[in-house]
Protein backbone atom coordinates (compact mmCIF):
# COMPACT_ATOMS: atom_id res chain seq x y z
CA UNK A 1 0.00 0.00 0.00
CA UNK A 2 2.69 2.40 0.98
CA UNK A 3 4.53 1.86 -2.34
CA UNK A 4 1.22 2.24 -4.27
CA UNK A 5 0.76 5.54 -2.50
CA UNK A 6 4.81 6.47 -3.08
CA UNK A 7 4.13 5.96 -6.63
CA UNK A 8 0.64 8.14 -6.74
CA UNK A 9 2.59 11.16 -5.21
CA UNK A 10 5.55 10.95 -7.36
CA UNK A 11 2.96 10.33 -10.75
CA UNK A 12 0.92 13.57 -9.18
CA UNK A 13 4.46 15.52 -9.21
CA UNK A 14 5.37 14.01 -12.81
CA UNK A 15 2.16 15.48 -14.11
CA UNK A 16 2.36 18.80 -12.52
CA UNK A 17 5.31 18.84 -14.74
CA UNK A 18 3.63 17.73 -17.73
CA UNK A 19 0.86 20.18 -17.08
CA UNK A 20 3.35 23.05 -16.85
CA UNK A 21 4.84 21.86 -20.13
CA UNK A 22 1.50 21.63 -21.73
CA UNK A 23 0.47 24.79 -20.76
CA UNK A 24 3.49 26.15 -22.33
CA UNK A 25 3.12 24.78 -25.86
CA UNK A 26 -0.34 25.74 -25.90
CA UNK A 27 0.78 29.46 -25.07
CA UNK A 28 3.48 29.71 -27.32
CA UNK A 29 0.98 28.35 -30.17
CA UNK A 30 -1.32 31.19 -29.17
CA UNK A 31 1.34 33.80 -29.43
CA UNK A 32 2.73 32.34 -32.76
CA UNK A 33 -0.45 32.37 -34.68
CA UNK A 34 -1.97 35.21 -32.90
CA UNK A 35 -5.09 32.50 -32.43
CA UNK A 36 -8.05 33.56 -29.83
CA UNK A 37 -7.44 31.42 -26.44
CA UNK A 38 -9.36 28.39 -26.58
CA UNK A 39 -12.87 28.70 -23.86
CA UNK A 40 -13.70 24.75 -24.29
CA UNK A 41 -12.74 23.89 -20.53
CA UNK A 42 -15.10 27.42 -19.57
CA UNK A 43 -17.82 25.61 -21.52
CA UNK A 44 -16.84 21.87 -20.22
CA UNK A 45 -17.33 23.20 -16.70
CA UNK A 46 -20.43 25.60 -17.44
CA UNK A 47 -22.31 22.14 -19.10
CA UNK A 48 -21.50 20.07 -16.19
CA UNK A 49 -23.09 22.57 -13.99
CA UNK A 50 -25.95 22.96 -15.49
CA UNK A 51 -26.35 19.01 -16.09
CA UNK A 52 -26.05 18.53 -12.23
CA UNK A 53 -28.76 21.30 -11.49
CA UNK A 54 -25.60 23.85 -9.77
CA UNK A 55 -25.26 27.46 -9.93
CA UNK A 56 -21.69 29.18 -10.68
CA UNK A 57 -22.35 31.97 -8.34
CA UNK A 58 -22.10 35.66 -9.61
CA UNK A 59 -23.36 38.09 -11.77
CA UNK A 60 -22.45 37.94 -15.46
CA UNK A 61 -18.92 39.07 -15.11
CA UNK A 62 -17.94 37.68 -11.74
CA UNK A 63 -19.54 34.19 -13.10
CA UNK A 64 -17.18 34.10 -16.34
CA UNK A 65 -14.36 35.01 -14.28
CA UNK A 66 -14.69 31.97 -11.97
CA UNK A 67 -15.62 29.69 -14.71
CA UNK A 68 -11.91 30.42 -16.02
CA UNK A 69 -10.70 29.84 -12.94
CA UNK A 70 -12.66 26.82 -12.62
CA UNK A 71 -11.99 25.79 -16.12
CA UNK A 72 -7.90 26.34 -15.36
CA UNK A 73 -8.41 24.41 -12.66
CA UNK A 74 -10.34 21.15 -14.27
CA UNK A 75 -7.10 20.92 -16.59
CA UNK A 76 -4.50 21.11 -13.99
CA UNK A 77 -6.48 18.51 -11.87
CA UNK A 78 -6.70 16.31 -15.20
CA UNK A 79 -2.83 16.36 -15.89
CA UNK A 80 -2.09 15.86 -12.57
CA UNK A 81 -4.23 13.03 -11.75
CA UNK A 82 -3.64 11.12 -14.87
CA UNK A 83 -0.17 11.71 -14.12
CA UNK A 84 -1.20 10.27 -10.72
CA UNK A 85 -2.56 6.78 -12.07
CA UNK A 86 0.77 6.54 -14.64
CA UNK A 87 2.31 6.63 -10.92
CA UNK A 88 0.18 3.89 -9.71
CA UNK A 89 0.73 1.80 -12.97
CA UNK A 90 4.52 1.74 -12.18
CA UNK A 91 4.44 1.30 -8.53
CA UNK A 92 2.52 -2.06 -9.33
CA UNK A 93 4.95 -3.13 -11.83
CA UNK A 94 3.85 -1.75 -15.47
CA UNK A 95 7.14 -0.01 -16.84
CA UNK A 96 7.17 1.39 -20.37
CA UNK A 97 9.43 3.13 -22.24
CA UNK A 98 9.03 6.53 -22.34
CA UNK A 99 9.20 6.45 -25.72
CA UNK A 100 5.54 4.16 -25.96
CA UNK A 101 4.36 5.55 -22.64
CA UNK A 102 5.05 8.83 -23.07
CA UNK A 103 2.75 8.93 -26.17
CA UNK A 104 -0.11 6.56 -24.71
CA UNK A 105 -0.32 9.17 -21.92
CA UNK A 106 -0.74 11.71 -24.35
CA UNK A 107 -3.44 9.82 -26.08
CA UNK A 108 -4.91 9.54 -22.69
CA UNK A 109 -4.87 13.04 -21.90
CA UNK A 110 -6.86 14.10 -25.53
CA UNK A 111 -9.23 11.64 -24.52
CA UNK A 112 -9.77 12.90 -21.10
CA UNK A 113 -9.71 16.22 -22.33
CA UNK A 114 -11.91 15.96 -26.14
CA UNK A 115 -14.08 13.52 -24.74
CA UNK A 116 -16.52 15.55 -22.78
CA UNK A 117 -16.19 18.14 -25.59
CA UNK A 118 -18.34 15.70 -28.22
CA UNK A 119 -20.31 14.11 -25.31
CA UNK A 120 -21.43 17.44 -23.97
CA UNK A 121 -21.80 18.35 -27.92
CA UNK A 122 -19.29 21.58 -27.13
CA UNK A 123 -17.41 20.78 -30.70
CA UNK A 124 -17.64 17.86 -32.73
CA UNK A 125 -13.63 16.75 -33.53
CA UNK A 126 -14.73 14.83 -36.72
CA UNK A 127 -15.49 18.21 -38.25
CA UNK A 128 -11.70 19.77 -37.03
CA UNK A 129 -9.28 20.49 -39.36
CA UNK A 130 -5.90 19.13 -39.74
CA UNK A 131 -4.09 22.39 -38.09
CA UNK A 132 -6.96 22.10 -35.29
CA UNK A 133 -5.76 18.07 -34.76
CA UNK A 134 -2.15 18.90 -34.77
CA UNK A 135 -2.13 21.86 -32.44
CA UNK A 136 -4.44 19.74 -29.97
CA UNK A 137 -1.56 16.58 -30.61
CA UNK A 138 1.19 18.35 -29.65
CA UNK A 139 1.13 19.78 -26.87
CA UNK A 140 -0.60 16.80 -25.67
CA UNK A 141 2.01 14.78 -27.02
CA UNK A 142 4.11 16.90 -24.85
CA UNK A 143 2.14 16.16 -22.09
CA UNK A 144 2.70 12.54 -22.18
CA UNK A 145 6.31 12.35 -22.82
CA UNK A 146 7.19 15.07 -20.34
CA UNK A 147 5.17 13.27 -17.63
CA UNK A 148 6.59 10.03 -18.15
CA UNK A 149 9.92 10.99 -18.63
CA UNK A 150 9.64 12.87 -15.22
CA UNK A 151 8.16 9.90 -13.31
CA UNK A 152 11.01 7.35 -15.03
CA UNK A 153 13.96 10.24 -13.66
CA UNK A 154 12.16 10.67 -9.85
CA UNK A 155 11.48 7.11 -9.68
CA UNK A 156 14.90 5.83 -10.21
CA UNK A 157 16.43 8.49 -7.99
CA UNK A 158 13.60 7.30 -5.06
CA UNK A 159 14.46 3.34 -5.99
CA UNK A 160 18.21 4.14 -5.87
CA UNK A 161 18.67 2.97 -9.43
CA UNK A 162 21.70 4.41 -11.75
CA UNK A 163 19.80 7.01 -13.75
CA UNK A 164 20.25 6.68 -17.19
CA UNK A 165 22.21 9.28 -19.22
CA UNK A 166 20.60 11.62 -21.24
CA UNK A 167 20.89 11.96 -25.08
CA UNK A 168 23.66 14.13 -26.33
CA UNK A 169 22.97 16.55 -29.47
CA UNK A 170 23.93 13.54 -31.90
CA UNK A 171 21.44 11.22 -30.56
CA UNK A 172 19.06 13.94 -30.84
CA UNK A 173 20.12 14.73 -34.49
CA UNK A 174 19.17 11.19 -34.76
CA UNK A 175 15.59 11.34 -33.41
CA UNK A 176 15.05 14.17 -35.38
CA UNK A 177 16.02 12.12 -38.50
CA UNK A 178 13.98 9.04 -37.50
CA UNK A 179 10.91 11.63 -36.53
CA UNK A 180 10.91 13.25 -39.86
CA UNK A 181 11.28 10.00 -41.66
CA UNK A 182 8.10 8.40 -40.07
CA UNK A 183 6.35 11.64 -40.91
CA UNK A 184 7.28 11.07 -44.91
CA UNK A 185 6.57 7.61 -44.61
CA UNK A 186 4.95 6.47 -41.51
CA UNK A 187 6.75 2.79 -41.53
CA UNK A 188 10.38 4.25 -42.57
CA UNK A 189 11.82 4.76 -39.18
CA UNK A 190 10.59 1.62 -37.11
CA UNK A 191 11.60 -0.47 -40.31
CA UNK A 192 15.20 1.59 -40.67
CA UNK A 193 15.59 -0.10 -36.45
CA UNK A 194 14.07 -3.14 -36.68
CA UNK A 195 16.64 -3.85 -39.87
CA UNK A 196 19.55 -2.58 -37.85
CA UNK A 197 18.95 -3.86 -34.13
CA UNK A 198 20.04 -7.10 -32.41
CA UNK A 199 18.92 -9.21 -29.80
CA UNK A 200 21.21 -8.14 -27.52
CA UNK A 201 20.39 -4.30 -27.96
CA UNK A 202 19.05 -2.23 -24.52
CA UNK A 203 15.90 -1.36 -24.43
CA UNK A 204 12.77 -4.01 -25.04
CA UNK A 205 12.03 -2.08 -28.34
CA UNK A 206 14.72 -2.56 -30.49
CA UNK A 207 15.74 -6.17 -28.84
CA UNK A 208 12.09 -7.21 -29.86
CA UNK A 209 12.23 -5.76 -33.36
CA UNK A 210 15.40 -7.78 -33.93
CA UNK A 211 15.38 -10.64 -36.10
CA UNK A 212 15.11 -11.53 -39.54
CA UNK A 213 11.36 -12.55 -39.64
CA UNK A 214 10.62 -8.77 -37.90
CA UNK A 215 12.61 -7.17 -40.23
CA UNK A 216 11.37 -8.94 -43.48
CA UNK A 217 7.83 -7.68 -42.40
CA UNK A 218 8.53 -4.46 -41.30
CA UNK A 219 10.32 -3.95 -44.99
CA UNK A 220 7.28 -4.98 -47.00
CA UNK A 221 5.47 -3.38 -45.22
CA UNK A 222 7.87 0.10 -46.16
CA UNK A 223 7.60 -1.20 -49.37
CA UNK A 224 3.90 -1.13 -49.86
CA UNK A 225 3.32 2.31 -48.18
CA UNK A 226 5.35 3.60 -50.83
CA UNK A 227 3.04 1.62 -53.21
CA UNK A 228 -0.17 2.99 -51.70
CA UNK A 229 0.89 6.45 -50.86
CA UNK A 230 1.02 7.09 -54.39
CA UNK A 231 -2.62 5.94 -54.94
CA UNK A 232 -5.28 8.84 -54.89
CA UNK A 233 -7.83 6.82 -52.56
CA UNK A 234 -5.54 7.06 -49.59
CA UNK A 235 -6.38 9.58 -46.71
CA UNK A 236 -4.85 12.59 -46.33
CA UNK A 237 -1.63 12.13 -43.80
CA UNK A 238 -2.69 15.15 -41.66
CA UNK A 239 -6.13 13.47 -41.01
CA UNK A 240 -6.19 11.87 -37.44
CA UNK A 241 -5.82 8.83 -38.96
CA UNK A 242 -2.92 9.30 -40.51
CA UNK A 243 -0.63 11.75 -38.43
CA UNK A 244 -1.59 10.10 -35.07
CA UNK A 245 0.46 6.38 -36.24
CA UNK A 246 2.92 9.29 -37.69
CA UNK A 247 3.50 10.55 -34.31
CA UNK A 248 3.47 7.52 -32.30
CA UNK A 249 5.99 6.03 -34.32
CA UNK A 250 8.16 8.24 -34.69
CA UNK A 251 8.62 9.05 -31.05
CA UNK A 252 8.78 5.16 -30.91
CA UNK A 253 11.34 4.66 -33.18
CA UNK A 254 13.24 7.67 -31.90
CA UNK A 255 13.36 6.57 -28.25
CA UNK A 256 14.07 2.89 -29.33
CA UNK A 257 17.23 4.30 -31.04
CA UNK A 258 18.33 6.05 -27.72
CA UNK A 259 17.90 3.33 -25.81
CA UNK A 260 19.98 1.21 -27.91
CA UNK A 261 22.22 3.35 -27.57
CA UNK A 262 22.03 3.59 -23.67
CA UNK A 263 20.48 6.63 -23.63
CA UNK A 264 17.45 8.23 -22.39
CA UNK A 265 14.60 8.06 -24.18
CA UNK A 266 12.23 10.72 -23.16
CA UNK A 267 13.38 13.96 -25.01
CA UNK A 268 14.67 11.51 -28.12
CA UNK A 269 11.09 10.03 -28.36
CA UNK A 270 9.90 14.04 -27.94
CA UNK A 271 12.14 15.24 -30.42
CA UNK A 272 10.80 12.20 -32.96
CA UNK A 273 7.08 12.99 -32.71
CA UNK A 274 7.86 17.09 -33.00
CA UNK A 275 9.94 16.26 -36.04
CA UNK A 276 7.12 13.92 -37.54
CA UNK A 277 4.57 16.40 -37.27
CA UNK A 278 6.80 19.15 -38.82
CA UNK A 279 7.94 16.38 -41.92
CA UNK A 280 4.08 15.24 -42.33
CA UNK A 281 3.18 19.19 -42.82
CA UNK A 282 6.07 19.93 -45.14
CA UNK A 283 5.83 16.95 -47.23
CA UNK A 284 2.34 17.90 -48.47
CA UNK A 285 3.57 20.99 -49.12
CA UNK A 286 6.52 19.72 -51.45
CA UNK A 287 3.49 17.45 -53.28
CA UNK A 288 1.67 20.57 -53.65
CA UNK A 289 4.33 22.20 -55.02
CA UNK A 290 5.59 19.79 -57.46
CA UNK A 291 2.11 19.17 -58.46
CA UNK A 292 1.70 23.05 -59.69
CA UNK A 293 5.39 22.81 -61.12
CA UNK A 294 4.85 19.11 -63.15
CA UNK A 295 1.00 18.97 -63.29
CA UNK A 296 1.46 15.60 -61.03
CA UNK A 297 2.60 14.91 -57.71
CA UNK A 298 4.58 11.82 -58.27
CA UNK A 299 7.92 13.64 -59.44
CA UNK A 300 7.57 15.18 -55.38
CA UNK A 301 6.47 12.07 -54.22
CA UNK A 302 9.23 10.01 -55.60
CA UNK A 303 11.62 12.88 -54.02
CA UNK A 304 10.25 12.32 -50.75
CA UNK A 305 10.48 8.57 -51.24
CA UNK A 306 14.35 8.76 -51.61
CA UNK A 307 14.98 12.11 -48.84
CA UNK A 308 12.65 9.68 -46.48
CA UNK A 309 14.78 6.82 -46.93
CA UNK A 310 18.05 8.67 -46.04
CA UNK A 311 16.79 9.98 -42.98
CA UNK A 312 15.92 6.36 -41.91
CA UNK A 313 19.41 5.79 -42.72
CA UNK A 314 20.55 8.68 -41.14
CA UNK A 315 18.92 7.79 -37.72
CA UNK A 316 19.29 4.28 -37.29
CA UNK A 317 22.50 3.83 -38.78
CA UNK A 318 24.53 2.31 -35.83
CA UNK A 319 27.67 4.19 -34.04
CA UNK A 320 30.75 2.95 -34.60
CA UNK A 321 33.42 2.76 -32.04
CA UNK A 322 36.49 5.48 -32.88
CA UNK A 323 39.35 3.22 -34.12
CA UNK A 324 42.05 3.40 -31.44
CA UNK A 325 44.95 5.83 -32.21
CA UNK A 326 47.39 4.94 -34.02
CA UNK A 327 51.21 4.42 -32.18
CA UNK A 328 54.69 4.80 -33.82
CA UNK A 329 56.58 1.90 -32.37
CA UNK A 330 60.43 3.56 -32.48
CA UNK A 331 63.55 1.44 -31.90
CA UNK A 332 65.83 1.84 -29.21
CA UNK A 333 68.95 3.75 -29.45
CA UNK A 334 71.55 1.85 -28.15
Given at each position: ??S???G?????A???A?????T????????????P?????E??VA????????T?P???R?????L???G?L??T???V?????????R???V?LP?????P????AA??????P???????????????????????HLL?G??T???????SRV???R????H??????L??A?LG??????????I???????RRE?TG??????SG?T??????L????????D??P?????????GL????????????????????D???PG?????S???SA??????RA??????????P?????????????W?????????????????????
Amino acid sequence: MGSLLSGLLRGAAAGAAGTTALTTATYVDTAVRARPPSDAAEQVVAALADASGMTVPGRRRERARRLTALGALTGTATGVGLGGLAGVSRAAGVRLPTAVGGPLLGLAAMAATDGPLAVLRISDPRRWSAVDWAADAVPHLLYGCTTHATLVAISRVAEGREAVPHADPAALLRAAALGAATGSRSSAGITAIALTSRREDTGAVASRLSGRTVGTLTALAAVGELVLDKLPIVPSRLAPQGLAPRVALGATAAGAAARREGHDSGLPGLVGAASAVGSALLGVRLRAAAERRFGSDRPGAVAEDALAALLAWLGARRRTAAAAPETTVRPLRR
